[in-house]
């Protein structure tokens, strides 16, 4: 279990944020901040309102009321397209990946966030678009590098097996050099050893990356494994805040989440 102490410096916000479908109440005025460079997990049973966050998180939602802050900027106050560009990075629990693709065509798409010649420039060729493309080239392979990829680069996604897969997608999510990494359910279909791996992943890119991380996640192991603090959802609101070991144990998660004999 992580001991890391946890700074003080907030790099997101999330400020009494509410969102209803209908006369659902899917998110009940939860509040909490992440820190920089930290590994943040959000807990819960199903229905919680987790996936819901990170969509909120990744304005695919519009709040209905509160807002969320991202290194000082409200998130709300931004066009939808504009959140990669700011330093936001996501996975999602069901694989995007192209599998007719290869691996570093896949993580190629990954780095559009950072470029910055447009479809004319592109189709016309125009000074600046091919040392533009080997960066995006470089960047892309030093991230496959990072995640033990190198030797499939030039395979198609199709024929790797599941848990590479979801390395791919990691390592996609990377190429556009986000400061926030939003991980759903990362070790959704994988084994025992493959959850080792992806745990020392983590730990590596929030090391030397320097990255936030926040996921979502069910495998209760990585979460007391990699994570430096616990955010626990009950029916769309904030139960429990605090480090791992002590949110595991607050009579509410247990309630409604963990149950008395977990793993």
Known sequence: ?????????????????????????????????????IVCGLIGPNGAGKTTLFNCLSRL????????????????????????ALGIGRTFQDLALFGSMSVLDNVLVGTHARTRSG???????LPGVAAEER?????????LGLLGLDAVMHVRVAELPFATRKRVELARALAAEPRLLLLDEPASGLDHGEIEALAG???????RLGL????????????MDVCDKVVALNFGRKIAEGRPDRVRVHPEVVEAYLGTGTN
């Open 135 to 143: 960066a995006a080239e470089e960047r892309a392979a030093q991230r």
């Open 212 to 223: 936030t991380i926040v996921l979502v996640e069910h495998r209760m192991k990585l979460v």
């Open 201 to 207: 992943s983590i730990r590596a890119l929030r090391d």
């Open 1 to 37: 279990m992580t001991t890391r102490s946890i700074p003080d410096d907030p790099l997101l916000s999330v400020e009494d944020v509410e969102l209803r479908f209908g006369g659902i109440v899917a998110l009940d005025g939860v509040t909490f901040v992440v820190q920089r460079g």
């Open 61 to 84: 939602y519009e709040l209905d009321a509160g807002r969320i802050v991202f290194d000082g900027v409200d998130l709300g106050a931004l066009p939808r397209h504009r959140v990669a």
């Open 119 to 125: 479809f004319l420039a592109n189709a016309l060729r």
